[in-house]
Each structure stands twice: as structure tokens, then as C-alpha cells.
């Protein structure tokens, strides 16, 4: 099966840069044996999307908001991304929930929202250190899943993805094991499985790099990757999808 990769540029590139990057990546990345994804910051999509119409890679948003309209000052409505023809939408990323204090319920009202508006959520969940020094992760987890997913309802497994991102390995260079990352994809996917009914693809991210990479996509429960840090440089971003 194909595996989905995923560059989340964050807030990292001036617009120019972002242009920039696409052009180079649509350059290199051809065939189709995994599936590639671009998630530019939100003034740059809708430059990046035409560069993408005849490429092999396509669009994803860093967000979206909990409703499609309305009174909502700052949002960005997941039915503009799906007329941008965004397709995928990172949701419940650790630095939102951390340091912009997102919450649970806010995290299932916008995927509740951006399914609604045929955009694919890509729930992030993931534990801390300290969570998983006391031996909590798995309970962490469950948790997140449970609150995230509650009342979400999937037609098919490819309408949501998962992304098992823990904190402490996120812009660390400290990776887990890629062996230790399969068991807990493999317990993230049986817990979405009894909340959803489908088994969901279920990606890794957290300090994957051109080293890593080829042996986290080699396990089995690892659908694919979700990448920030080495998104960003074409050479190696490329080198990681092309594997
Ligand atoms: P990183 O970020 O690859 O730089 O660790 C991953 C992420 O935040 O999605």
C-alpha cells in the first residue's frame, strides 16, 4: 500500500520561500509511489495550489476553523480551503494545543466541520515526556482519541487520518524507535477502530529525517510520515518521498 507523507511547513517560510520550495518539490518528486502532501501556512496556499494542478503532490492546510462561517474573527473556513482544493487538514497539532491552548472540544467541533466540508482531517495526537516517564502514554492516547473523535462519523477509512506525534520528539532530533513507533500505531488504530468503525491509516511524526525515514516507512502500522523540520529542505524532503 502506498504510504502518505506528509510536510507540515508550520510558520517557517516567507511567502516567496514557500513558492520557492513547491517549485522545487514538484521538480523532483515524480511517479507515484507514495502519497505527497504540502501543508503551506495560509497566505500561501493559494499561490502554491496552481503550482500544484499538474504535480504529483497535493494540498493540505495547517488548520481549519470549527464552523464553515460566521462571526469568527481571524478563521480561516475549511469550505475556502476545499475551493482552494486543499484536501487534507492537520488538526490538533501539539504546538496549537500547547501554546495556543486548544482544547478538546474546539479539536472535535473542527473535524466534525472540515469532514462536513470534504476536507481530511489529520488528527494529531501524541503524549508528553513526563506522560510517558510514568508509563500514561497509551492512556494519553486513548484519551485524546476518545475526546477528538467523539461523535465523528467516517463513510470510508481513507476520510481520516491520525498522526502519533509525541511531544517530546517533535523538533528534538530525538525520534522514537521505529520498531516502538508500529506498537503504538497499531494500539492508536484498534482504539479509532472501536470509536469509528473503520481501521484509519495511522502516520508518525516527530524528528523523521532523511536517516529514519525508509525504516519507519518499513513497519508495518506506520502509514506514512508527518514531517516539519526536514519538509523544508527540497533535496531531502524529496529524498524521503521518493524512498
Ligand atoms: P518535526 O515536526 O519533523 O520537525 O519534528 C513534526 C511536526 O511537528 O509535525
Redesign the pocket.
Known amino acids: 500500500m502506498k504510504k502518505l507523507i506528509i510536510a507540515?511547513w508550520k510558520m517557517q517560510l516567507t511567502y516567496p520561500a514557500s513558492l520557492d520550495l513547491t517549485k522545487k518539490l514538484v521538480k523532483k518528486i515524480k511517479g507515484d509511489k507514495n502519497t505527497v502532501v504540502v501543508c503551506p501556512d495560509y497566505l500561501s496556499l493559494p499561490a502554491v495550489a496552481p503550482l500544484l494542478k499538474s504535480s504529483r503532490l497535493q494540498l493540505g492546510a495547517q488548520d481549519s476553523a470549527a464552523a464553515a462561517y460566521g462571526a469568527f474573527t481571524g478563521e480561516v473556513s475549511p469550505a475556502n480551503l476545499k475551493a482552494l482544493s486543499v484536501k487534507y487538514v492537520i488538526i490538533g497539532?501539539s504546538e496549537r494545543r500547547e501554546r495556543l491552548h486548544e482544547e478538546a472540544g474546539l479539536i472535535n467541533a473542527k473535524i466534525k466541520t472540515a469532514l462536513a466540508n470534504k476536507l481530511i482531517p489529520v488528527l494529531c495526537i501524541g503524549e508528553k515526556l513526563i506522560e510517558k516517564e510514568k508509563g500514561n502514554a497509551k492512556k494519553i492516547l486513548s484519551q485524546e482519541l476518545r475526546q477528538a473523535l467523539n461523535g465523528v462519523k467516517i463513510k470510508s477509512a481513507a476520510d481520516l487520518v491520525i498522526a502519533y506525534?509525541p511531544l517530546w520528539?517533535?523538533?528534538t532530533g530525538h525520534a522514537i524507535i521505529p520498531l516502538e513507533a508500529d506498537i503504538i500505531n497499531a494500539f492508536i488504530r484498534t482504539q479509532a477502530a472501536k470509536i469509528l468503525n473503520k481501521s484509519v491509516r495511522v502516520l508518525y511524526?516527530?524528528?523523521?529525517a532523511a536517516e529514519n525515514s525508509a525504516e519507519f516507512l518499513r513497519q508495518k502500522n506506520v502509514d506514512g510520515l508527518?514531517?516539519?523540520?526536514?519538509s523544508l529542505k527540497a533535496e531531502e524532503f524529496s529524498s524521503i518521498c521518493l524512498q
Open positions: 507540515n497539532h506525534e520528539a517533535i523538533g511524526g516527530g524528528s523523521v508527518l514531517i516539519g523540520g526536514a
